[in-house]
């Protein structure tokens, strides 16, 4: 029996302000305000606990990848100046365009990020690494970056085929980053279910 983690999103207070008054100083631009950054929690909250509800998110996430996490993760939410991370876990409300992200955008960004915790950390299964290694080896001709994101994209495309249906796929899944792109294109090609099973083929059970 696994235990199913949450997601706990957080305002990130401390960051929040530390970027806001970096902007004031050095003339970077519209920072959101305080106001807007904590509604914005707010919606998102709601949003994820409507998607996540019964732990739907997680148990699709957990029952594709056959992996766990050890714990319960905090997202900490902010205004704008840095991208989104897996680890610490962080994300904007405003992206690199300077506009606010839609909720689809969040909800692909958290699931995102999140999929990077497990597949990412031998903590949560000694047959991780030996996986990574296979992964370097099988596709030493491309950037690390989209090695790192071949398995979270298939994971991305079967979870969010779970929760919303394939047709709503292209609403989420639209990398603007070439390196993202191309293991996007790598997912087409080989399908995302066998890439997962690739994935599972290396975790001790």
């Known amino acids: 029996f696994m235990t199913i983690p949450k997601l706990h999103l957080k305002y990130a207070y401390p960051l929040d ?4 008054q970096l902007y004031a100083d050095k003339n970077f631009g519209d920072y959101p305000s305080f106001e807007e950054v904590k509604n914005k929690v707010g919606e998102w909250k709601k949003i994820w606990s409507e ?11 957990i029952e594709t990848i056959g992996v ?22 962080i994300m904007p409300i405003v992206g690199k365009g300077g506009k606010v992200f839609t909720d689809d955008e969040f909800i692909e960004t958290a699931i995102h990020e999140v999929i990077h915790r497990f597949v990412g950390d031998s903590e949560n299964n ?27 994209y298939a994971v991305l495309e ?23 792109q191309r293991a996007v294109a790598i997912i087409a090609e080989k399908g995302a279910h066998n890439l997962v099973k690739q994935f599972r083929d290396f975790l001790k059970l």
Do not use: C
């Not at 998607?51 to 996430?61: A, E, G, R, T, W």
């Open 17 to 20: 302000r530390e970027r806001r």
């Open 51 to 61: 998607i996540n509800q019964d732990d739907k998110v997680f148990k699709l996430l």
């Open 68 to 89: 766990s996490l050890p714990r319960d993760l905090e997202m900490h939410i902010f205004g704008a100046g840095l991208s989104a991370m897996s680890n610490p876990l």
């Open 126 to 152: 000694a047959g991780i690494e030996k996986y990574w290694e296979s992964i370097r080896n099988e596709y030493e001709k491309e950037s690390t970056l989209t090695q790192n994101h071949i398995m979270v």
């Open 158 to 180: 079967i979870v969010l085929s779970g929760l919303f249906g394939k047709d709503k796929l292209k609403d989420f899944i639209h990398p603007k980053h070439p390196d993202y």
